[in-house]
């Protein structure tokens, strides 16, 4: 995809990478990666405000990757191929949203839910100090392009109604 698309493309090119080693917020919604803040100015002390912009990516490369429970070795592992590999010609959008379905009723089949009982680590959210450790290699790196989410965005109410 990087060969084809090549470096990020914003709408406002004069606010791309003002402060090195910073993080931008993304807002707890697991949709919201079109929305990005001022790129490399805010960290994750410094929350965007709600519905705050900033510019839009008209072109380049995001990589999602989902944080898992006991998978912060693995995150990483991705985050550290990532930026040898690309360094700061990406955008990283570190996601804390995963659910586990396990305790949520009707959310699996029968069958679904006997295939996840041998895996009870699955069976609960990312910790905030597992999701902040991500974040901190993040920093740790230098990298300013990257995304992370609010701490609230997993649960129940982010499963889709697919019934319906």
């Known amino acids: 995809m990087f060969?084809?698309?090549?470096?990020?493309?914003?709408?406002?090119?004069?606010?791309?990478?003002?402060?090195?080693?910073s993080i931008i917020t993304q807002g707890g919604m697991p949709s919201t990666e079109g929305q990005i803040g001022?790129?490399?100015?805010?960290?994750?002390?410094?929350?965007?405000?709600?519905?705050?912009?900033?510019?839009?990516?008209?072109?380049?490369?995001?990589v999602r990757h989902l944080v898992l429970p006991l998978g912060v070795k693995n995150a990483c592992g991705v985050i550290d191929y990532l930026a040898e590999t690309y360094g700061e010609n990406i955008y990283i959008s570190i996601m804390n949203q995963y659910t586990p379905l396990f305790d949520?009723?009707?959310?699996?089949?029968?069958?679904?839910?006997?295939?996840?009982?041998?895996?009870?680590?699955?069976?609960?959210?990312?910790?905030?100090r597992e999701y902040d450790r991500?974040?901190?290699?993040?920093?740790?790196?230098?990298?300013?392009?990257?995304?992370v989410q609010e701490d609230d965005a997993s649960g129940a109410d982010f499963i889709p109604t697919w019934n319906e």
């Not at 991500?134 to 995304?147: D, K, R």
């Open 134 to 147: 991500v974040i901190g290699h993040c920093l740790e790196l230098g990298l300013s392009s990257v995304f």
């Open 3 to 21: 060969r084809q698309v090549g470096k990020p493309l914003t709408e406002n090119e004069s606010r791309k990478n003002d402060k090195e080693g």
């Open 38 to 62: 001022n790129i490399g100015g805010i960290t994750k002390d410094e929350p965007k405000e709600s519905g705050d912009v900033g510019c839009i990516i008209k072109r380049g490369v995001i």
């Open 104 to 128: 949520v009723p009707g959310a699996l089949r029968p069958e679904q839910r006997r295939r996840l009982e041998p895996y009870p680590e699955l069976h609960r959210k990312v910790t905030k």
